[in-house]
């Protein structure tokens, strides 16, 4: 009989111990920034060799003047090297307030492209979005960007929204060459996902 995938965390002990930790690559977190002077990063400022975790901490919004004024950034960039503790982050801040623009988006992921060698750039993670979307959003330059990601050998994992959609993805996670991701909880019979 079918049964109930396990949670992909589950499986982290196990990829550890087959040696499957990140080590040598860089995941971008484009999010609200990563506050790397946190013990976990192990930095006293970006890409200082050895310990550092956070290989580069950049504002592509407006420059707020803070770390991580919001503390999500930091979260997802702390399940990253969590999970994965041979990898390094990209803290790229793309939110002014509340609010991330398709615009300051794209400009985040053009840097990613292009870094991408610099870097080694395995994954990117956009734990963002909006909107409802019942179909592939194939029309737009974050999707183009996207696809040529995955040319290039770079996962793009998305949040698929936080909305408990059962027939919807929120935007970009729409976007055909991107990873949606969410997650369900027994006590919500609609799904909630993040």
């Not at 970009?172 to 996902?193: E, F, I, Q, R």
Request: aromatic share 8%; with cysteine.
């Amino acid at each position: 009989p079918w049964q109930e995938p396990m949670p992909v965390a589950w499986w982290q002990p196990a990829a550890q111990a087959a040696g499957k930790v990140g080590a040598g690559t860089t995941v971008a977190v484009m999010d609200t920034g990563v506050d790397y002077l946190r013990p976990e990063f192990g930095c006293t400022a970006p890409g200082t060799p050895s310990t550092c975790k956070v290989a580069v901490a950049r504002d592509f919004a407006t420059e707020d003047g803070s770390r991580d004024a919001n503390g999500h950034g930091t979260n997802v960039s702390g399940i990253v090297v969590g999970v994965a503790p041979g990898t390094r982050v990209l803290g790229l801040d793309v939110f002014d307030g509340g609010s991330a623009s398709s615009t300051t988006i794209l400009a985040a992921y053009n840097w990613v492209l292009a870094n991408r060698a610099t870097y080694n750039i395995a994954a990117v993670n956009l734990s963002l979005g909006g909107g409802s979307a019942t179909a592939p959003c194939t029309g737009d330059a974050l999707a183009a960007a996207f696809e040529t990601g995955r040319g290039a050998g770079i996962v793009t994992a998305v949040a698929s929204g936080n909305n408990g959609f059962t027939n919807a993805l929120s935007w970009p996670a729409c976007a055909p060459a991107a990873v949606s991701v969410g997650a369900v909880y027994d006590a919500n019979v609609g799904g909630l996902s993040y």
